[in-house]
Nanobody, 122 residues
């Protein structure tokens, strides 16, 4: 049974930074691609970014490119999302996920965390 647990969310002012973590337990996910998604109230869940199993390739939504950075530590079975220059429109519940192949598509992800709230005040 794989469990993904996100942490690091909270309330921050516009222009600030947060670092989200997603720790996996139950089995190693070192060979899985990992992704971050978010869902704002009244909106569909959307892709934020993803990283290949090796960490050698990363992909980002246009809305966060240049502000967010994904990284991973396979020894710790953990993936991170560094969020800088946060904007009020970044407010959402952020979810991490794991997939066999890196993808922007929600349907490709096998395992999901419960989410962590990020609120950016103006």
């Amino acid at each position: 049974q794989v469990q993904l647990v996100e942490s690091g969310g909270g309330l921050v002012q516009a222009g600030g930074s947060l670092r989200l973590s997603c720790a996996a337990s139950g089995r190693t996910l070192s060979t899985y691609a990992r992704g971050w998604f978010r869902q704002a109230p009244g909106k569909e869940r959307e892709f934020v970014g993803a990283i290949s199993w090796s960490g050698g390739a990363t992909y980002y939504a246009d809305s966060v490119k240049g502000r967010f950075t994904i990284s991973r530590d396979n020894a710790k079975n953990t993936v991170y999302l560094q969020m800088n220059s946060l904007k009020p429109e970044d407010t959402a519940v952020y979810y991490c996920a794991a997939a066999g192949l890196v993808s922007r598509e929600i349907s490709q992800y096998d395992y999901w965390g419960q989410g962590t709230q990020v609120t950016v005040s103006s």
